[in-house]
T-cell receptor, first 113, second 110 residues
Framework: EAGVVQSPRYKIIEKKQPVAFWCNPI?????LYWYLQNLGQGPELLIR????????DSQLPKDRFSAERLKGVDSTLKIQPAELGDSAVYLC???????????FGPGTRLTVT | RKEVEQDPGPFNVPEGATVAFNCTYS??????FFWYRQDCRKEPKLLMS???SGNEDGRFTAQLNRASQYISLLIRDSKLSDSATYLC???????????FGKGTSLLVTP
């Protein structure tokens, strides 16, 4: 069974530029999560989707971050404009349903210069 | 106080040793508990769920102590390949997303 797929794996952009990350969850997983992980820290939730509905986005900086999961499968996370402090690893995870074990994708390592 | 706290280590142990990590959580209403393993520059991988009755998977044993609000991970007969960062995760008070600790670094040496 394929795991969570993310792309790109690495991205380097200049500050103030836009950037987008894509995630394809494990087939059949209804719940999708975007996390941010800084060096030496655990992942921190940005947003959680139940199917196509964002049910927990309280940690998402909405002035510059947006996300969508239009058909309840793939998801895109966007930053516009990026700031130096956004440099981190952006992890996507999925679970069969809320409360079940979460499985992570390989992440996108973002560097903002 | 952070919601999930772990001793960052590093724990340096020789091969074959037994090592234990604890993780404390602040929300007494938490229901789901997990241990993840994360290798350098890789994603977290689920190691095991932690049940109220405790659970064991080979050399790994996880326990939950609700009264004292901590979970533990015991690794017996450590292997070089066990070297990694171990993250504990507890469900958030507001729902099903997880709060992670910062991780405990383990280095198993020959």
């Amino acid at each position: 069974e394929a795991g969570v797929v993310q792309s790109p794996r690495y991205k380097i952009i200049e500050k103030k530029q836009p950037v987008a990350f894509w995630c394809n969850p494990i087939s059949g997983h209804n719940t999708l999560y975007w996390y941010l992980q800084n060096l030496g820290q655990g992942p921190e939730l940005l947003i959680r989707y139940e199917n196509e509905e964002a049910v927990d986005d309280s940690q998402l900086p909405k002035d510059r971050f947006s996300a969508e999961r239009l058909k309840g499968v793939d998801s895109t996370l966007k930053i516009q404009p990026a700031e130096l402090g956004d440099s981190a690893v952006y992890l996507c995870a999925s679970s069969l349903s809320a409360g079940n074990e979460q499985y992570f994708g390989p992440g996108t390592r973002l560097t903002v210069t | 106080r952070k919601e999930v706290e772990q001793d960052p280590g590093p724990f340096n142990v020789p091969e074959g040793a037994t090592v234990a990590f604890n993780c404390t959580y602040s929300n007494s209403a938490s229901q789901s508990f997990f241990w993840y393993r994360q290798d350098c520059r890789k994603e977290p991988k689920l190691l095991m769920s932690v049940y109220s009755s405790g659970n064991e998977d080979g050399r790994f044993t996880a326990q939950l102590n609700r009264a004292s609000q901590y979970i533990s991970l015991l690794i017996r007969d450590s292997k070089l390949s066990d070297s990694a960062t171990y993250l504990c995760a507890v469900n958030r008070h507001s729902g099903y997303a997880l709060n992670f600790g910062k991780g405990t670094s383990l280095l198993v040496t020959p």
